[in-house]
């Protein structure tokens, strides 16, 4: 009798591998703790607000005194709820919480009250794009749980300070399976799902502060062997800090096999200075913390009341803007994906729109153009110095003829420059956009007649400029008509140059080609 296959080794038959580094496949699996948005903690209602002074917003229950008792806090359940609601999880209709035991000087209880067994949230999946190719990243699940205190060795010599205040500070905790394989796409879920937290309000995604920390679960295998022995690399606070301490990771792993030796399941810390990792301790597993159903907290029941209730109260979520956007406008799905990167860049995509009615021209430059001179310019869309009702009567004109792409440019480029003069505000909805003081349409169109980009509209007066160009340039047109294309492009030249530029390419090439015959 041939030994049972687990879940996941089922799961992955005739899921195709990653791309190879010296012949081993990558398999990443992530635990992320969300901070959630709560004013107050999950079992005390001591201040979660950060920067305080150490220990100032540490209450009884969270130093854990002699009779005192956890209270749930109801907004870390909602908050637990909104999650399972955006990743098409399973909400449990009764979940329980354990005590998780271990000793550490930070963890005054003895023990960390979390969830085990029976989770809050159950399943779900995050979808995102890696360059064009779309993935998907199954959770096992997303559990709340207490924060420990931290400990503080840099102030004390030879000695340790303990500050309570983060002890107590409500965190969801959020599994996946280990279906990544490789640093880019283990980069690219965590930004996903940087974006949904942050999106729907849960969480304010401040990894310097800590409210977004990812540990990465690493291991190696040649292709269809077995799953590897992981370690997990804890506590990254930064997505390029993630990629460099997961390729190091690999390396590390692969070349330690390729010597002879096992990888030992541990928990390593990755140093940024040196672009290393290196273990802390072994890795514990589950029975290790001795698991316990805690007797001071009763299970956590949700009806599906609570659940319509709090789904009633959402914002339109990523996934369905991104779906609308397919639908209403007509985008490919690749296009709606990045436009909802963030409510922001939504927002400024739709009222671009509405100003020119052309979503997928938008699209483009929003993608293009706009995002290069952002890049540049290590700026935020928030902070775009074009207003996105400017961008959108750009747009227009261009559908209009009334400009051409190459005179759109330079517009575009002269409204840039000017964002430092005559700054008001713009206000959409969530975000705050800076423009000019003139309204989008006076000013653009005001441009363009200040830089004399407008396309000649009068027929006669650009076959006249068409017949100047013909009988001044005899040669080309010789070469045209013995069949030399190239001939024809230096006509154009010669007219666009006559017209400064504001002829149109397309009717130029028709009168061109209409009168040489």
């Not at 959409?428 to 407008?454: C, H, I, N, W, Y």
Request: aromatic share 8%.
């Amino acid at each position: 009798m041939s030994e049972t296959m687990n879940t996941f080794e089922a799961q992955q038959q005739g899921r195709p591998t990653g791309p190879l580094i010296s012949g081993y496949e990558v398999i990443i699996g992530f635990e992320t703790h969300a901070q959630l948005s709560t004013a107050s903690k999950i079992f005390s209602r001591a201040s979660t607000a950060f920067g305080a002074e150490p220990n100032t917003q540490a209450c009884a229950v969270d130093l854990a005194l002699p009779g005192t008792l956890p209270v749930m806090n109801k907004g870390a359940v909602e908050r637990a709820i909104e999650f399972g609601l955006a990743v098409n999880s399973h909400i449990a209709e009764r979940s329980i919480f354990a005590r998780k035991n271990y000793f550490y000087p930070d963890l005054p209880k003895g023990y960390q009250i979390s969830q085990f067994e029976i989770p809050v949230v159950q399943g779900g999946v995050v979808e995102f794009f890696l360059g064009e190719e779309k993935k998907s990243v199954r959770l096992v699940r997303a559990h709340l749980e207490e924060d420990a205190g931290k400990s503080l060795h840099e102030d004390f010599i030879g000695q340790t300070g303990i500050d309570l205040n983060r002890a107590g500070t409500p965190l969801l905790e959020i599994v996946t399976e280990p279906d990544m394989r490789s640093s880019a796409e283990a980069v690219a879920y965590a930004k996903e799902l940087h974006k949904i937290v942050t999106w729907i309000g849960i969480c304010d995604g401040n990894m310097q502060e800590g409210s977004f920390r990812c540990d990465a679960n690493v291991s190696v295998r040649k292709p269809g062997q077995p799953l590897g022995t992981r370690r997990e690399i804890k506590n990254l606070n930064s997505f390029k800090f993630m990629q460099q301490a997961i390729d190091y990771e690999v390396r590390w792993q692969i070349e330690r096999i390729e010597d002879g030796h096992a990888i030992e399941q541990a928990t390593v810390l990755f140093n940024p200075d040196t672009g290393e990792t290196r273990a802390m301790r072994t890795k514990e597993d589950a029975a290790d913390y001795r698991y316990f159903p805690d007797p001071d907290l009763p299970p956590l029941c949700i009806s599906e009341q609570w659940v319509q209730q709090v789904r009633g109260l959402m914002a339109e979520l990523p996934r369905v803007m991104a779906d609308r956007f397919v639908r209403d406008y007509g985008l490919p799905e690749y296009d709606a994906t990045q436009l909802t990167q963030s409510k922001v860049m939504a927002t400024y995509f739709e009222t671009a729109t509405k100003a020119c009615g052309q979503p997928k021209l938008v699209s483009n430059w929003i993608m293009g153009e706009l995002s290069r001179r952002l890049n540049e310019e290590n700026l935020d869309i928030a902070q775009c110095p074009i207003s996105p009702d400017k961008l959108g009567w750009l747009i227009k004109l261009i559908e209009d003829k009334v400009i051409s792409n190459s005179a759109a440019k330079t517009v575009f480029n002269t409204l840039w420059s000017k964002a430092n003069s005559a700054v008001v505000s713009v206000t959409l909805p969530m975000v705050t956009f800076t423009a000019g003081g003139q309204s989008g349409k006076d000013e653009v169109e005001s441009l363009v007649d200040q830089l004399g980009l407008r396309q000649m509209n009068d027929t006669g007066a650009l076959e006249k400029l068409v017949d100047e160009v013909i009988a001044a340039n005899a040669k080309n047109v010789t070469e045209f008509k013995a069949g030399n294309e190239k001939a024809l492009n230096a006509l154009v030249g010669q007219i666009m140059k006559g017209s400064k530029g504001t002829a149109n390419p397309q009717q130029v090439n028709e009168l061109l080609r209409r009168k040489l015959g």
